[in-house]
């Protein structure tokens, strides 16, 4: 799509007071395909008034109208597939089949959703001799990350839209066309002026004006944890409500019941998937003692076989910060079976699938989010040994059990700290509720569980 040279703000493409441009690159050959302005206070500023006027109208619009703005967005992204795929293939870097199964298809699942839960929510309930009114929290920040631009936009936008808040977001520089394509969509949709609004912008310039302005009531934040805790920071300081979802270091854990080449295949797949760029990959896989070397061979075979058919990373940056960490890993004893630092490619922000074997618990890579297609083999003595690794990062925002049975895995999930849990390769449920445990962040998305963080509640007593 062609880049808009215009902010989203009240219903309208307007200039933005920000002279400075964004180049957006295309991660695959790194060429420039667009320019969007980065966006400053003053945009800010003048999205959060937008937002705040429409409120009080679209606080009031009765949830069924609610819920019909929000099944024509989802037609209208369903009508603009291809080209929205497109768009994210160009920005982001992932091959087209994937854009369209999974960052079309997975926004495409949660904004049906939240259609359904605006018409079918009981935003009224009695307690006792009160009436309880689940009430919208009001003007709505979002700031999100790349890695799964549209979906994260979404997973914010649409359960915020059916509380009845308005919203103001600030997308990741890297992605902002995905942002542009999905406000012309909230717009053919009719959404009324103000309720969408959007900034293009810098994260230390826009992000930081948008969570730190006065008359935003709630911050809803993915990305970093550096990031996130500072913006917790400045809204806690603030009395103001925050949602971060931040970043995650999850655990594959192989029970020795397990089907081994199913729990490893599977495994490697979800690391390598949109190039190791997942919160919630499960980038440490568990293996007993027992079955370890026969595990290294299968994913060491599983990664070689990926090969050159993922994307690149989104950045230089990115490619660099990952291949820092392969660096390390080296350095600190890991047994480097596939992949590398070596490029693949000339040109490009590509990174071999990479699969390391005899990581310890203590490593760098196997604590750290690393964002790369980069997987760490740790060993384990026994279920007891097992667990404290599962466990033993600063993070728990997902994670998954392979066991002989369902109960064996659902017992050793139970023992995770970690918000979600894939038994035996479960199928991934967009009304599931997301978020994480620890430094994971606060909060949760996706769902009812999703919808209610925009809502507070006021109590009658008669
Ligand atoms: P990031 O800096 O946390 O970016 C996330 C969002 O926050 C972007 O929109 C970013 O804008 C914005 N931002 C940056 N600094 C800000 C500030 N001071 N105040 C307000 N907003 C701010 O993450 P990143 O630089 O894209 O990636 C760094 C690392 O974060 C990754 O390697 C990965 O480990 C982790 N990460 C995690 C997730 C996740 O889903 N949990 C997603 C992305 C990244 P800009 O785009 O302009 O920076
Ligand atoms: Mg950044």
């Known amino acids: 799509m062609k880049a808009q040279q215009a902010l989203y703000i009240d219903g309208v493409w307007c200039p933005a007071e920000g002279r400075d441009t964004i180049d957006v690159v295309n991660p695959v050959d790194e060429q420039v395909i667009g320019q969007v302005p980065a966006g400053n206070a003053e945009d800010v500023d003048h999205a959060v008034r937008a937002a705040r006027a429409a409120l009080p109208a679209w606080a009031a619009t009765p949830p069924a109208e609610r819920a019909a703005r929000l099944a024509a967005l989802r037609d209208v992204l369903v009508a603009r597939k291809d080209e929205i795929a497109g768009t994210i293939t160009a920005e982001l870097g992932s091959p087209l089949a994937f854009s369209q199964a999974v960052h079309m298809g997975t926004p495409i699942a949660v904004a049906g959703s939240y259609a359904e839960l605006a018409a079918t929510y009981a935003f009224e309930e009695k307690v006792g001799n009160s009436t309880v009114y689940h009430e919208p929290i009001g003007v709505v920040g979002a700031i999100t990350p790349w890695n799964y631009p549209l979906h994260q936009i979404v997973a914010k936008v649409a359960p915020a839209l059916a509380a009845g808040c308005t919203v103001v977001l600030k997308p990741a520089e890297d992605t902002p066309l995905t942002a542009q394509a999905f406000a012309q969509a909230v717009h053919e949709a009719g959404v009324p002026a103000g309720v969408f609004n959007l900034v293009t912008g810098l994260g230390p310039v826009a992000g930081q004006a948008l969570a730190g302005h006065p008359d935003v009531d709630l911050v809803s934040f993915t990305g ?226 999703g919808l209610t963080e925009y809502l507070q509640t006021k109590s009658l007593q008669f």
């Open 224 to 449: 970093s944890t550096a990031v996130g805790s500072r913006i917790a920071a400045t809204a806690g300081a603030a009395v103001k409500k925050v949602a971060l979802e931040l970043g995650g270091k999850s655990a594959n854990v192989i029970l020795p019941s397990a089907d081994l080449a199913r729990a490893v295949n599977v495994g490697v797949a979800n690391v390598m998937s949109n190039s190791g760029q997942t919160c919630s990959a499960w980038t440490r896989m568990l293996v007993h003692t027992a079955q370890y070397d026969a595990a290294v061979e299968l994913a060491a075979r599983a990664a070689a076989k990926y090969g050159d058919r993922i994307g690149p990373v989104v950045n230089a940056r990115q490619r660099d910060r990952v291949r820092g960490y392969i660096e390390k890993g080296l350095a600190e004893g890991a047994r480097l079976v596939a992949g590398g630092v070596e490029p693949p490619s000339e040109r490009g922000y590509f990174i071999s699938p990479t699969v390391f074997a005899d990581v310890t618990p203590e490593m760098t890579v196997a604590q750290e989010e690393i964002f790369g297609p980069v997987l760490s083999i740790l060993r384990y003595e026994d279920e007891e040994d097992a667990l404290h690794i599962a466990n033993g990062t600063v993070y728990g925002l997902a994670g998954a059990v392979w066991a002989g049975d369902e109960t064996e895995a659902v017992a050793f999930a139970r023992r995770m700290e970690t918000g979600q849990v894939d038994i035996n390769g479960g199928r991934f449920n967009p009304l599931a509720p997301f978020g994480g445990y620890k430094q994971s962040g606060v909060g949760r998305e996706l769902g009812v569980h």
